[in-house]
């Protein structure tokens, strides 16, 4: 996937979380998929990035490292990188070319 | 030591099983069970006969039928075939099974439509309206614990299903006979008081299976709900000490959402209730051995 690829939520309107401020993980459940998620700090942080506006991969991996304090390298990117195939597979967001535009209707 | 049922009890039952139907109140649910089998009859005189009646108008939840299917095969090996509203969601088993095909049916009908409650595949006992949640994978040793804790003066509010009120959060009872298998067996009939068992049913898909009789006190609270106050996750293990450890709140409601039969159908409000369930009970998980260990443990936590 091209790292400045976005990607954006499926009906991030069905987006549902379970946090506890002393709990590390967290639950998350999509009303469109019926997943029930059990997303460690990094899992989740993707997801309601995501969930709040379209990102590219890059933005994505720039963010988290400054969140969770961490340098940019490529463990980070790739654990990213599998999150997100994970998350796309399962149907909550998906990918689209930022060059190619969006398809009208009508 | 078998219940006493008198012999006129006896044959109401199994009357009204070869007429319009035995109707009770079991838990929350109005069930009509006819049946022309006289295990089912001996068994509904056993453990249900003392489950109030409905009266003849009452709306009924489950209209439910077991008997022997048609066909010559009947006469060789007899069979029996659980229906519900006319539709038999299961192939015949032999006709030595028919109350436990009647206890299996029954589960399936409140699985399949009680969709007003927050349905979870757990033992349910209660101290004092205080539940302890005991949600377990099959061979974990909940319905064994269950039973054990029951004939130790623990309330039985259900052996198979926790029926979760998504508003008031609370537990609605669901009593019914404890189902048993294999070792559990002999277990429980040599344990504690207050125990009546079943006669064995063997070769199940299950293995032996035999069924508990709540202790006669059960049906007086059968109405009265109770706050879950703790969720534990037995596990049995031959030799182990007892010992409990502590579970996350995140892996627990993940865990608690695998064992329920109809999360995915209540949605949202399945996992809001999920949610403040977890929020407020704590949950741990309990290996064991020693049933006297175990439910020491437990006591603990609710006192």
């Given at each position: 996937?091209?790292?400045?690829?976005?990607?954006?939520?499926?009906?991030?309107?069905?987006?549902?979380?379970?946090?506890?401020?002393?709990?590390?993980?967290?639950?998350?459940?999509?009303?469109?998929?019926?997943?029930?998620?059990?997303?460690n700090?990094?899992?989740?942080?993707?997801?309601?990035?995501?969930?709040?506006?379209?990102?590219?991969?890059?933005?994505?991996?720039?963010?988290?490292?400054?969140?969770?304090?961490?340098?940019?390298?490529?463990?980070?990117?790739?654990?990213?990188e599998?999150?997100l195939?994970?998350?796309?597979?399962?149907?909550?967001?998906?990918?689209?070319?930022?060059?190619?535009?969006?398809?009208?209707?009508? | 030591?078998?219940?006493?049922?008198?012999?006129?009890?006896?044959d109401?039952?199994?009357?009204?099983?070869?007429?319009?139907?035995?109707?009770?109140?079991?838990?929350?649910?109005?069930?009509?069970?006819?049946?022309?089998?006289?295990?089912?009859?001996?068994?509904m005189?056993?453990?249900?006969?003392?489950?109030?009646?409905?009266?003849?108008?009452?709306?009924?939840?489950?209209?439910?039928?077991?008997?022997?299917?048609?066909?010559?095969?009947?006469?060789l090996?007899?069979?029996?075939?659980?229906?519900?509203?006319?539709?038999?969601?299961?192939?015949?088993?032999?006709?030595?099974?028919?109350?436990?095909?009647?206890?299996?049916?029954?589960?399936?009908?409140?699985?399949?439509?009680?969709?007003?409650?927050?349905?979870?595949?757990?033992?349910?006992?209660?101290?004092?309206?205080?539940?302890?949640?005991?949600?377990?994978?099959?061979?974990?040793?909940?319905?064994?614990?269950?039973?054990?804790?029951?004939?130790?003066?623990?309330?039985?509010l259900?052996?198979?299903?926790?029926?979760?009120?998504?508003?008031?959060?609370?537990?609605?009872?669901?009593?019914?006979?404890?189902?048993?298998?294999?070792?559990?067996?002999?277990?429980?009939?040599?344990?504690?008081?207050?125990?009546?068992?079943?006669?064995?049913?063997?070769d199940?898909?299950?293995?032996?299976?035999?069924?508990?009789?709540?202790?006669?006190?059960?049906?007086?609270?059968?109405?009265?709900?109770?706050?879950?106050?703790?969720?534990?996750?037995?596990?049995?293990?031959?030799?182990?000490?007892?010992?409990?450890?502590?579970?996350?709140?995140?892996?627990?409601?993940?865990?608690?959402?695998?064992?329920?039969?109809?999360?995915?159908?209540?949605?949202?409000?399945?996992?809001?209730?999920?949610?403040?369930?977890?929020?407020?009970?704590?949950?741990?998980?309990?290996?064991?051995?020693?049933?006297?260990?175990?439910?020491?443990?437990?006591?603990?936590?609710?006192?």
């Amino acid at each position: 996937m091209a790292g400045t690829d976005l990607w954006r939520a499926n009906l991030p309107g069905f987006f549902h979380w379970a946090v506890w401020d002393d709990e590390e993980e967290e639950v998350f459940y999509h009303q469109g998929s019926g997943e029930t998620l059990l997303l460690n700090p990094l899992g989740a942080f993707i997801l309601k990035i995501i969930g709040s506006a379209e990102i590219s991969t890059d933005k994505l991996v720039q963010l988290a490292a400054n969140h969770f304090k961490l340098p940019i390298d490529q463990a980070l990117i790739d654990c990213i990188e599998m999150s997100l195939r994970t998350f796309a597979q399962k149907g909550l967001i998906q990918t689209h070319a930022r060059d190619y535009p969006e398809f009208q209707a009508g | 030591m078998p219940a006493i049922i008198p012999n006129s009890r006896q044959d109401e039952i199994r009357r009204a099983l070869r007429g319009d139907g035995y109707r009770i109140k079991i838990g929350p649910f109005n069930v009509s069970l006819r049946s022309r089998l006289n295990k089912v009859a001996e068994s509904m005189s056993l453990f249900y006969g003392d489950y109030p009646q409905l009266p003849a108008d009452a709306f009924v939840d489950y209209h439910v039928r077991v008997d022997n299917p048609l066909g010559l095969r009947r006469w060789l090996h007899p069979q029996a075939i659980f229906s519900f509203d006319g539709f038999t969601p299961f192939k015949p088993l032999p006709e030595a099974q028919a109350f436990a095909m009647f206890e299996w049916g029954l589960n399936w009908c409140i699985a399949t439509t009680a969709h007003q409650f927050l349905v979870v595949h757990s033992a349910v006992v209660a101290k004092d309206d205080r539940a302890i949640i005991l949600p377990g994978d099959p061979g974990s040793g909940k319905s064994t614990l269950c039973a054990a804790m029951v004939s130790q003066g623990w309330r039985l509010l259900s052996d198979e299903m926790a029926l979760i009120d998504p508003e008031a959060e609370h537990i609605t009872p669901l009593p019914r006979p404890i189902g048993l298998k294999n070792e559990s067996i002999e277990i429980i009939r040599t344990y504690g008081n207050n125990v009546t068992l079943g006669p064995s049913i063997n070769d199940t898909a299950k293995g032996t299976v035999a069924h508990m009789r709540p202790p006669p006190d059960t049906l007086q609270h059968a109405t009265r709900a109770a706050q879950p106050d703790h969720i534990v996750f037995p596990r049995y293990t031959t030799g182990a000490a007892t010992e409990l450890r502590p579970l996350n709140k995140p892996r627990t409601l993940t865990r608690v959402a695998e064992q329920s039969f109809n999360y995915h159908i209540l949605g949202e409000d399945g996992f809001t209730t999920l949610t403040r369930l977890v929020s407020n009970c704590p949950a741990v998980e309990l290996s064991y051995s020693h049933l006297d260990s175990a439910i020491a443990q437990i006591d603990a936590l609710v006192s």
